[in-house]
């Protein structure tokens, strides 16, 4: 399997670059091996990137933006969906790719498995059960006895119900706070994303904007080629004319 990075090396923008080096950089890293297709220069990479960039993938233009990557023909995503694969760790699931072992990936899936699975002890209950010596010897207890053993028996029952009750309190105070502390996390959590999302959002208007300024840019002068050659046969027809 052959990882496919699609590239614009001519690209105007400095935010595209910058992605581009931050998805070779780390590939490189984990010695992936991947193959770049530069989409500034060749017409048919840039057509089959558009063409295999699933429609739900595609912005609101319809024109996807590099780096695009795949898994052969197998689309795995662009810049963002990278990078929310690289900060949890998920790369080579990402790529289609089986994470080599000792990696903090495939230590992650094991632990994952291992709790979706859960873990099951083998309970060996011990056959040998003491007789009291009063029971082997068949000695019978008087009523007196058996009074003075339940008054005993109910001391006994009543302490451990109150520290029962007590651990009982000391259980539900913590999950509480355990709650708080987690919702806390939450929030901050949610602002980081919210902060995030609002500068890749910024980050791709720009990039749009950049490549549409590069496609106008290109049309004109292509309109300007075609001017310059209609004027020079202009120039040659009348020559000929006046010969």
């Known amino acids: 399997m052959v990882i496919k990075v699609f ?24 010695k992936v091996d991947y193959t770049e297709l530069d989409i500034a220069c060749s017409e048919e990479n840039r057509m089959w990137m558009r063409q295999n960039v699933p429609q739900d993938k595609k912005p609101a233009n319809g024109i996807p933006l590099p780096p695009q990557i795949f898994n052969e023909e197998s689309y795995c995503g662009d810049y963002e969906t990278f990078f929310d694969a690289k900060e949890d760790n998920s790369v080579y699931t990402f790529l289609g790719l089986p994470p080599p072992p000792g990696s903090k990936e495939a230590v992650q899936a094991e632990e994952e498995h291992i709790m979706q699975n859960g873990t099951h002890v083998e309970e060996n209950p011990d056959d040998s059960v003491e007789v009291p010596v009063e029971e082997r010897n068949g000695d019978a207890h008087g009523d007196k006895d058996q009074g003075e053993a339940a008054d005993e028996e109910e001391g006994e029952g009543g302490k451990a119900g109150d520290e ?15 709650e708080e502390e987690g919702e806390e ?35 004109r002068q292509l309109e300007e080629e075609e001017e310059a050659e209609v004027e020079e046969g202009e120039e040659e027809d009348l020559e000929d004319t006046q010969e």
Do not use: C, M, N, Y
């Not at 590239?7 to 105007?12: K, N, Q, R, W």
């Not at 029962?164 to 355990?178: Q, R």
């Open 164 to 178: 029962a009750t007590e651990g009982e309190t000391a259980v539900d105070e913590a999950p509480a706070e355990e």
């Open 7 to 30: 590239l614009a090396s001519s690209s105007g923008s400095t935010a595209i670059k910058k992605k581009q080096q931050d998805v070779v950089a780390f590939l490189e890293a984990l």
């Open 185 to 219: 996390a939450v929030e901050e959590t949610e602002e980081v994303t919210e902060d995030t999302q609002a500068q890749a959002e910024e980050e791709e208007e720009q990039v749009e904007e950049d490549l549409q300024s590069e496609e106008e840019e290109e049309l």
